[in-house]
């Protein structure tokens, strides 16, 4: 021990003996020396741990950390309790057993819930826990996309009834949280809703909503008619309408005037009729022949001509028929062929001609979306002179050049 005290005091002396510069070289090698200590200590232990799960939902984090506490595992918690951190050599460990636990789910309840029912379930148990459950497998299908941290799913499955006027439509609401500075694009809340209306039988697109956690509707009804009678995509097109020649010509008085200087809207009429036409007309031409037959048969026969002087000889059917008894030769009907004189021959000539008929079909089909009326409003700054910056207008010539843009 006095010899230690002795140590002490030699190396004290020694310190102070030092000049002013060297005993600052001294104590700030030795402070470095404890810093490195404390560092290495602390990293080293760090070290040891390594991400056994992140961004867990309360509910896993909470069972996975009695599952931990069940093994004797440490482990440590971060994030808020959403990441759990266990000693690095017992990662892929703790991995596969928690994988053969049912751990993480995902937040919620899924199908697994009717892997635990009892045989006493009543109807009404079994039919809430099968919407239960499907919401829990939906609420982890949204949780899969990237921008999604978490998602809940609320449907409402209307009673049966006997009467069709009394069957309501079923509806369904998805709660969503965000990452953070993430978002959801228009394509990727129209699959959200597709899905859900898809897995719920009678769920149709337009009665699922989808929302954020700050209350903000991201979806919103496909046949939702605005108050000017269009409906939200038809809206959405005119504004995007109206935006782009906004752009145009806001762009085209930047340049002319400088940035700041002018204020343009415009503003829409679009007209979303569709209109198909069709259009068919005949218009018949002689001058094409479309098939021609003729026919010509010529008979003679020496001696008397025998046969009843009355029979009337029929062009249409080429047969020579005689009137019943006790009656007169029936009228005569065109076209007629003369009986044949004694010693002379017969002769029948015919001639079927067709024409070609034209025939035109138009069908004409006017797109949605043209525009019917356009109003265009700019405001035009002034100029500014002087040392005082007084505004001057611009003259009335220079107005009317704009306007005629």
């Known amino acids: 021990m006095n010899a230690l005290k002795k140590s002490l005091l030699d190396l004290t002396e020694r310190y102070q003996g030092l000049p002013a510069t060297q005993r600052l070289l001294v104590t700030a090698a030795l402070g470095a020396g404890v810093l490195a200590l404390v560092l290495w200590g602390y990293l080293g232990t760090g070290s040891d741990y390594g991400v056994l799960f992140s961004n867990l939902a309360q509910d896993d984090a909470g069972a996975i950390t009695s599952k931990l506490k069940g093994k004797k595992v440490p482990y440590r918690l971060e994030a808020g309790g959403g990441t759990i951190l266990v ?16 751990v993480p789910k995902g937040g919620g309840v899924g199908f697994e819930l009717f892997d635990r029912q009892g045989l006493g379930t009543t109807d009404f148990v079994q039919r809430l826990n099968y919407q239960r459950a499907l919401q829990g497998e939906l609420a982890r299908t949204i949780s899969g996309i990237p921008e999604v941290a978490e998602a809940r799913v ?21 709660a969503v949280k965000l990452r953070q500075g993430r978002g959801l694009s228009p394509a990727q809340i129209d699959g959200i809703v597709n899905l859900v209306s898809s897995a719920v039988p009678d769920l149709h697109p337009s009665q699922v909503t989808v929302v954020d956690l700050n209350g903000r509707i991201l979806s919103k009804p496909q046949d939702a008619l605005t108050p000017g009678g269009l409906s939200t995509a038809q ?8 935006e782009s020649l906004e752009r145009k010509v806001q762009s085209l008085f930047d340049q002319i005037l400088g940035a700041r200087k002018s204020i343009v809207r415009v503003s829409a009429d679009l007209d979303f009729q569709k209109i198909d036409t069709r ?13 021609e037959q003729k026919t010509m048969e010529r008979s003679s026969k020496g001696g008397e001509a025998s046969g009843n ?22 009228p005569l009907s065109p076209p007629m062929a003369s009986a044949p004189s004694p010693g002379a021959g017969m002769e029948r000539q015919s001639e079927l ?8 079909m138009k069908q004409v089909v006017d797109q949605p979306g043209k ?5 265009v409003a700019v405001v035009v700054d002034g100029t500014y002179k002087g040392k005082a910056n007084a505004f001057s207008p611009r003259p009335p010539e220079e107005m009317r050049q704009y306007a005629n843009m």
């Not at 017992?90 to 994988?99: F, G, T």
């Not at 009834?161 to 609401?173: G, I, P, R, T, Y």
Request: glycine fraction near 6%.
């Open 353 to 360: 001609r067709n024409y070609e008929i034209n025939r035109v």
């Open 154 to 174: 609320h449907i409402v499955t209307p009673k049966e009834s006997l009467f069709v006027e009394d069957q309501k439509k079923a509806s369904a609401a998805v």
């Open 309 to 330: 002087p009355d029979a009337r000889f029929e062009m249409s059917k080429g047969t020579i028929s005689a009137p019943p008894p006790g009656k007169g030769p029936p």
């Open 235 to 242: 809206m959405t097109f005119q504004r995007q309408a109206e």
């Open 371 to 375: 525009i019917k009326r356009l109003s």
């Open 87 to 102: 000693p690095r050599s017992d990662v892929y460990e703790m991995r596969l057993y928690l994988a053969g636990e049912g």
């Open 279 to 291: 259009e068919e007309s005949f218009t018949p031409n002689k001058e094409l022949v479309r098939s």
